[in-house]
């Protein structure tokens, strides 16, 4: 029996020049598809005005990454960890674990492990709550992936920006030296306003990126809260309950006759 050999597409090499080019080819294309006043704009603006563009395409897919995934973690498994909740004030500790046992990652996961190692005897409390802090941390780590890079592209925008005036500025003083005596104020204005056009486009790209970042921060911060509460509800079952409608002390009651 013969075997058909199929062509091996896991060992193709891809060359530094080869990604380079396609890069460049990318970048190209987008600038082309761009209308005609933000291309002149960029044509004007320099190659800072593109690494700028370039930084505001970034921006845009790691805000839309990062809400689709924050939003996916703020829904999963919500309706089941109200009800492993519930199930466990009752008492009923199985049930309650077998209500996330399906849970893989997440809020989820984390509260089953925290059921699962209350119900085990040989589990000490201060172990287990370590085990759930280092869940917990991978988790919100994962959360905050790549919320640093909106971070710094907010934070070096208007430095880059700033940077192109100073350029553009360097270039307008020194066709202005050029001139010499015939010096052509409105070539001057140009090259002024040329270089000030790289200020904008750094704001421009800043500004909604930090507001975003801000916005992505207090929806992790969120979810922090969110999986601080779920898991100590597990040591701390009916206790607010208990303070809310003490038992009498016994002996209380003799105690007070004792003492009129």
């Given at each position: 029996m013969s075997l058909?050999?199929q062509?091996d597409?896991y060992?193709?090499v891809i060359?530094?020049?080869e990604?380079a080019?396609t890069?460049?080819n ?5 600038l082309?598809?761009?209308p ?17 563009v370039?930084l ?11 809400t689709?995934?924050?939003s996916l973690?703020?829904?999963?498994d ?7 909740l ?12 077998e209500q996330?046992?399906?849970s893989?990652v997440g809020?989820g996961r ?5 059921m ?8 000490v ?6 085990e759930?802090q280092?869940?917990a941390?991978r988790?919100i780590?994962?959360l905050r992936?790549h ?14 920006g700033?940077f192109?005036?100073?350029l553009g500025?360097i270039?307008?003083?020194r066709?202005?030296?050029s001139?010499?005596?015939q010096?052509d ?18 704001l421009?790209v ?6 975003a970042?801000?916005w992505l921060e207090r929806?992790v911060d969120?979810q922090?809260?969110?999986?601080e509460d779920v898991?100590t509800?597990v040591?701390?079952?009916n206790?607010?309950r208990?303070i809310?409608?003490?038992?009498p002390?016994?002996?209380?009651g003799a105690a007070?006759?004792?003492a009129?």
């Amino acid at each position: 029996m013969s075997l058909q050999t199929q062509p091996d597409i896991y060992l193709t090499v891809i060359r530094p020049q080869e990604i380079a080019t396609t890069g460049a080819n990318t970048i190209s294309s987008i600038l082309e598809s761009l209308p005609s006043s933000v291309a002149s704009a960029l044509e004007l603006g320099g190659p800072v005005s593109t690494l700028l563009v370039i930084l505001s395409l970034i921006s845009l897919a790691v805000i839309f990454f990062k809400t689709c995934e924050i939003s996916l973690e703020s829904l999963r498994d919500k309706r089941n960890i109200r009800q492993s909740l519930h199930l466990w004030q009752q008492a009923r500790y199985r049930d309650a674990a077998e209500q996330v046992g399906d849970s893989q990652v997440g809020v989820g996961r984390i509260l089953w492990v925290a059921m699962q190692g209350r119900q085990t005897d040989d589990i000490v409390e201060s172990v287990l709550r370590e085990e759930i802090q280092r869940l917990a941390s991978r988790h919100i780590e994962r959360l905050r992936r790549h919320l640093k890079l909106l971070e710094n592209i907010g934070t070096i925008s208007p430095l880059l920006g700033l940077f192109g005036t100073v350029l553009g500025m360097i270039e307008a003083f020194r066709q202005m030296e050029s001139a010499g005596s015939q010096v052509d104020p409105a070539v001057l204005s140009g090259g002024i306003w040329q270089a000030l056009l790289t200020t904008g486009v750094g704001l421009a790209v800043a500004i909604p990126t930090v507001l975003a970042h801000q916005w992505l921060e207090r929806r992790v911060d969120g979810q922090v809260n969110y999986l601080e509460d779920v898991t100590t509800q597990v040591f701390t079952a009916n206790t607010l309950r208990r303070i809310e409608s003490p038992q009498p002390v016994r002996g209380a009651g003799a105690a007070n006759s004792h003492a009129t």
